[in-house]
């Protein structure tokens, strides 16, 4: 049997509203992680996330141009050392995609 859906139980998100820059999947594991600590390293989201140096620092560039990401680089020893955060703006970027992808899914009806 297959459920009829009206337009009046479910509502996604306009496509227009989803902001782009959160929702590719390795920016949205990036944002995922750094999300729930105060701040990490490079090295700490390259095993997190499984993404290679180039890729990572990819995806963290355009963050930082989004302005959802702060990156702070400085020298342990001799070695470059790279800590990142989600700004204000990234936390209220990812609630609000979170918000808009949990209100997607709980509106689907069940099969």
């Known amino acids: 049997m297959t459920a009829v859906v009206s337009p009046d139980t479910f509502s996604p998100p306009n496509p227009a509203d989803i902001d782009k ?20 390293d490079f090295t700490f989201l390259m095993n997190q996330t499984g993404m290679t140096w180039g890729n990572l620092s990819s995806h963290i560039s355009k963050l930082e141009q989004a302005g959802y990401v702060a990156v702070e680089k400085s020298f342990v020893g001799k070695r470059p050392y790279t800590l990142l ?6 936390r209220t970027a990812f609630q609000t995609y ?14």
């Open 85 to 90: 955060r989600l700004t204000a703006d990234g």
């Open 98 to 111: 979170r918000q808009q992808m949990s209100r997607l899914l709980a509106d689907l009806p069940e099969q």
């Open 21 to 40: 820059v959160v929702h590719e999947p390795a920016r949205l594991l990036i944002m995922a992680n750094l999300y729930v600590v105060e701040s990490a």
